[in-house]
């Protein structure tokens, strides 16, 4: 199999079939406190965030999904449209496929349709690793992409059985990759979530996106594309595999300023409780893939009008004028989060009374 026909395969699953991981992500066990006299008005609300020094009008990401195939082609130019359209960052999926065969660069091209846009490259940590840096640069240069993420899918490569599992040699590939080059360069989940101890090794960088369990699991889509039975019950096995996504913010968050939140991010006010942990923007994969797919440019800018009205109401309902003080929100973190990061040792007062610390 290709990887244009393997990376078609990966959306048609994912829209086909429940990819969904059945542990939640945590947002239900952040609680906002409540403001009932905001002194702010709705309209006067400040959206706007600063990343990678590109403003965006709102601190949402179109996460990575995909490239190499027709359909990709037509996926991406949709996706890139609306995020030059709404003023957010978007992303190309793996640029792998375009590695092997250069002439599929213009299916990963999202820069005229988002002349504007903070895009982001994408290549996987296995590919890295085999890769010079003038290679990863001619990546970046080729898209015009501002800032590179480096996908960690050692899950993924592990459950499928064509996956590269050679992860040997990464952290020192990222360090070398990082002081060569002129554009940020981060690293980015697929949905497993990233711990403390790798965002200290990797903290030389300028980035991570966490992109918890929660959300999409790879373990899933795989389980649906293996033809054989062992291969299927070991992807059914590690459906649920790893650290859901607020736990994960509040790990890498003593290591890194710019988080990228994402791994079953679905509303508004997820976005908002992420900002308040600590991340600087939220990023969705699924949801925009449905949404252009099964309704058209017209459903993801329904999912868009959703994302930012719940994102302003819950900054009108903290006294939040801008994403600075929302930022400063304290949230109450109870049930299975709570026990997941005591137990690590983080403070649950410090989210609890931020507003005594900050
Ligand atoms: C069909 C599909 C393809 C994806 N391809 C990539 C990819 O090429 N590179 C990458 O870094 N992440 C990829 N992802 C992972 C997403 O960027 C995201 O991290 C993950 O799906 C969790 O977000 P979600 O719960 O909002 O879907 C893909 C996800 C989906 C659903």
């Known amino acids: ?11 048609r699953f994912s829209l086909e079939h429940d990819v969904q991981c059945t542990v939640p992500a945590g947002f239900d066990d952040v609680t906002f406190i409540h403001t009932s006299l905001p002194e702010l008005s709705y309209d006067e609300l400040d959206t706007s965030a600063m990343l990678f020094g590109k403003r965006l009008s709102f601190p ?6 995909t490239g190499g195939s027709p359909t990709a082609e037509r996926i991406n130019a949709q996706l890139a449209r609306l995020a030059q359209d709404a003023g957010i960052a978007v992303s190309v999926g793996s640029q792998r496929a375009m590695l092997e065969d250069g002439s599929l660069r213009p299916t990963f091209e999202m820069r005229a349709y988002a002349p504007d846009a903070l895009l982001f490259a994408n290549i996987g940590i296995a590919q890295l690793i085999h890769l010079g840096n003038d290679a990863v640069h001619g990546l970046v240069d080729a898209i015009g992409a501002d800032v590179l993420a480096v996908h960690l899918n050692p899950l993924q490569e592990v459950v499928q059985p064509e996956g590269d599992t ?7 590939r990222l360090r070398d990759l990082s002081g060569d080059a002129s554009y940020p360069v981060i690293v980015k989940e697929t949905g497993a979530g990233i711990s403390a101890e790798v965002a200290e090794k990797v903290s030389f960088l300028d980035g991570v996106d966490v992109s918890g369990v929660g959300g999409t699991s790879f373990a899933a889509v795989e389980y649906h594309r293996a033809a054989e039975p062992s291969a299927r019950a070991s992807a059914r096995t590690f459906w649920d595999w790893g650290i859901p996504t607020v736990p994960s913010i509040i790990e ?52 868009l009008a959703q994302l930012s009205r719940e ?37 649950t007062e410090y989210y609890a009374r931020k507003e005594e610390f900050t």
């Open 60 to 65: 949402f990401m179109i996460s990575a999904l």
């Open 166 to 172: 050679d992860f040997r040699g990464g952290i020192a």
């Open 1 to 11: 199999m290709t990887i244009p026909e393997r990376k078609d395969d990966h959306i």
């Open 311 to 347: 994102l302003r109401m819950a900054m009108l309902l903290t006294g939040s004028r801008d994403l600075e003080a929302l930022s400063r929100r304290s949230v109450i973190i109870s049930g299975s989060t709570r026990t997941f990061i005591t137990d690590r040792g983080f403070s």
């Open 252 to 303: 890498v968050a003593e290591h890194f300023e710019t988080i990228i939140a994402s791994g079953g991010v679905r509303n508004g006010l997820h976005v908002a409780k992420a900002l308040a942990l600590g991340a600087s923007c939220a990023g969705l994969a699924l949801p925009f893939l449905e949404a252009v797919q099964n309704q058209g440019p017209g459903g993801a800018e329904a999912l």
